[in-house]
T-cell receptor
Framework: GENVEQHPSTLSVQEGDSAVIKCTYSDSASNYFPWYKQELGKGPQLIIDIRSNVGEKKDQRIAVTLNKTAKHFSLHITETQPEDSAVYFC???????????FGRGTQLTVWP | GAVVSQHPSWVICKSGTSVKIECRSLDFQATTMFWYRQFPKQSLMLMATSNEGSKATYEQGVEKDKFLINHASLTLSTLTVTSAHPEDSSFYICSSQGTGSPYEQYFGPGTRLTVT
């Protein structure tokens, strides 16, 4: 099955700075890559996703890039705010209705 | 995004008893629902995949007789933890995948189970 690696495991940034989280995947057939934000004691929330036919997608302060050749994708958060502090998970899926394979998560802390 | 609810949000039960957790997709029809468990500071671990009207598919190492999953309708799936033991204490989260949005998977808020 798919293997998704995520780095770093922890990330601390100053408010207003940018944060970048990177993931790699192993299955070249994977075609969908969502990112989830999970706050303490809550379920993961889908914040952005990208399909394999797109190289970049942006939604306000959040953007995701995908490099199919290198099999890696990244989450970029600009102008970080303390409320961005959470655990972020990347995931990959090999078929339209298949299961998601998750990375280990990144604990992002934004200091005011 | 779509809304998925879970009930209860937390439950404490005694060892040996059974607990049922409900997962509902409130504003879309979920052809597929997934059940995960998550230990503190760890990633999501898929337990099983269920499609409406058919038997659930369990991941390797997950006991299907202990974790009973029923997906009776397009809006409701239940997970029953039978004969619960303290090691079953965890955060259980469901997610739903709809017919209209085959790519997106939306998660419920989770259920904290504590077995004493």
């Amino acid at each position: 099955g798919e293997n998704v690696e995520q780095h770093p495991s922890t990330l601390s940034v100053q408010e207003g700075d940018s944060a970048v989280i990177k993931c790699t995947y192993s299955d070249s057939a994977s075609n969908y890559f969502p990112w989830y934000k999970q706050e303490l004691g809550k379920g993961p929330q889908l914040i952005i996703d990208i399909r394999s036919n797109v190289g970049e997608k942006k939604d306000q302060r959040i953007a995701v890039t995908l490099n199919k050749t290198a099999k890696h994708f990244s989450l970029h958060i600009t102008e970080t705010q303390p409320e961005d502090s959470a655990v972020y998970f990347c995931a990959g899926r090999g078929s339209t209705l298949g299961r998601l394979y998750f990375g280990r998560g990144t604990q992002l802390t934004v200091w005011p | 995004g779509a809304v998925v609810s879970q009930h209860p949000s937390w439950v404490i039960c005694k060892s040996g008893t059974s607990v049922k957790i409900e997962c509902r997709s409130l504003d879309f029809q979920a052809t597929t629902m997934f059940w995960y468990r998550q230990f503190p500071k760890q990633s999501l671990m898929l337990m099983a995949t269920s499609n409406e009207g058919s038997k659930a598919t369990y991941e390797q190492g997950v006991e299907k007789d202990k974790f009973l999953i029923n997906h009776a309708s397009l809006t409701l799936s239940t997970l029953t933890v039978t004969s619960a033991h303290p090691e079953d204490s965890s955060f259980y989260i469901c997610s739903s995948q709809g017919t209209g949005s085959p790519y997106e998977q939306y998660f419920g808020p989770g259920t904290r189970l504590t077995v004493t």
